[in-house]
């Protein structure tokens, strides 16, 4: 692949993350779920199930991707998005609500491991593997501050209401399908195998035989999806905690908006710390995820905002550190399912947590 066209590829799947960032249904739906009535342990259940549906499709995801190619899975991680807002818009009680969550999860599965794999490749194909680096801080980066705007609108979505909310979400769904056609699918040996089920039988032997020989690779897995849990949760349920401590509900969207840009400056940061050790930085990202969780509790809206900023500039520069790493440690031919495997590793943890996250913010 030529270093134009390489280069012109990652703009297009950075332009798919922050179109995405738009979407103000996903961006809110823990405060849209909590104006329809809904408990947080109810909401908890929700956030279990849609990890559920990640465990069990996340890393059949990534051999999908593996297998049949990373542009056809980055089309149908698109059309998924589409079709989860259709059904959170004609969702009823919990159990549709629970099926439009689940579609969500689907979506967030196919795109999983597959982004990844295909921006690495893609820069791998054209020698400019080193590159990866800014992509992984700039992708995360972009991302945040997108989806921060998302959040921003928060009191917006809650004004036009989960229906109208979750439409302008199919909307932006439908114009990341339009650039996920554009994108260029990347070669890679195993699509040499013409037997699908030899491919298959390939990536699965492959991944599991590297995952077993690699315990260090096991180690930055499960410790980057438990602080990542962490993380994730109190974001998610500060939606509903921060109004009930006070917060008038008009600054909800600039608080949430404060701690995407906090996570987005994390994802930044990377770039500008030369800092390799990655037992060291594990340790000040946890100590910060830490302070974000303690924060929840003194009650202060104040303390909480400023928790939850530090908690995502923590939890968001060890991922950027997490993900390139893993990547110059995995082969072409399993990357997506490889990396997969991170996600997979993520969504047991959050399965475990959130019921308990839920009982302890209720």
């Known amino acids: 692949m030529e270093k134009k066209i390489a280069r012109n590829q990652i703009k297009k799947i950075l332009s798919i993350d922050a179109v995405s960032g738009f979407a103000i249904g996903g961006a809110a739906w823990v405060a849209l779920l909590a104006a329809r009535g809904f408990s947080t342990v109810e909401i908890g259940l929700l956030e279990s199930i849609f990890h559920i549906t990640s465990v069990t499709f996340e890393i059949p995801s990534g051999v999908i ?28 009680n919990f159990f549709t609500v629970a099926i439009a969550i689940s579609a969500s999860a689907l979506s967030y599965n196919l795109a999983s491991g597959t982004r990844e794999a295909l921006a690495y490749d893609t820069l791998k194909e054209a020698g400019l593997e080193k590159e990866y680096d800014r992509f992984a801080s700039n992708d995360l980066m972009i991302y945040q501050i997108f989806s921060s705007v998302g959040t921003l ?23 990341t399908v339009i650039i996920a056609f554009t994108l260029t699918e990347v070669h890679t040996k195993l699509h040499d195998v013409t037997s699908v089920s030899e491919r298959f039988k390939e990536t699965i032997q492959s991944s599991t035989s590297f995952i077993k020989e690699s315990r260090k690779a096991r180690l930055i897995i499960l410790f980057n999806g438990l602080v990542g849990a962490v993380d994730v949760l109190v974001l998610f349920f500060l939606q509903a905690k921060l109004p009930a401590v006070g917060l008038n509900k008009l600054w909800l969207g600039p608080a949430l908006f404060a701690m995407g840009i906090g996570a987005a400056a994390g994802a930044k940061a990377t ?56 990547n110059s440690m995995i082969p072409s031919e399993q990357r997506a399912t490889l990396m997969s495997v991170n996600s997979f590793a993520f969504s047991i943890i959050m399965i475990i947590l959130s019921p308990v996250f839920g009982l302890l913010f209720s």
Do not use: H, P, W
Request: aromatic content about 12%; glycine content about 10%; hydrophobic content about 55%.
């Open 271 to 326: 770039e500008y710390f030369n800092e390799k050790n990655y037992r060291r930085i594990g340790v000040l990202c946890a100590v910060g995820v830490s302070l974000s969780f303690a924060s929840v509790f003194t009650g202060n809206y104040y303390l909480m905002i400023l928790g939850g900023v530090i908690g995502a500039f923590s939890d968001n520069f060890l991922q950027v550190r997490t993900d390139i790493f893993l």
């Open 153 to 175: 609108l928060a009191g917006v979505a809650l004004v036009l209401g989960y229906r109208k909310a979750n439409a302008v979400d199919a909307v932006i769904g439908a114009i």
């Open 65 to 92: 991707a593996d297998v049949f190619g990373r542009r056809k899975t980055m089309i149908a991680s698109r059309v998924m998005v589409i079709i989860s807002s259709l059904l959170m818009i004609i969702s009823r």
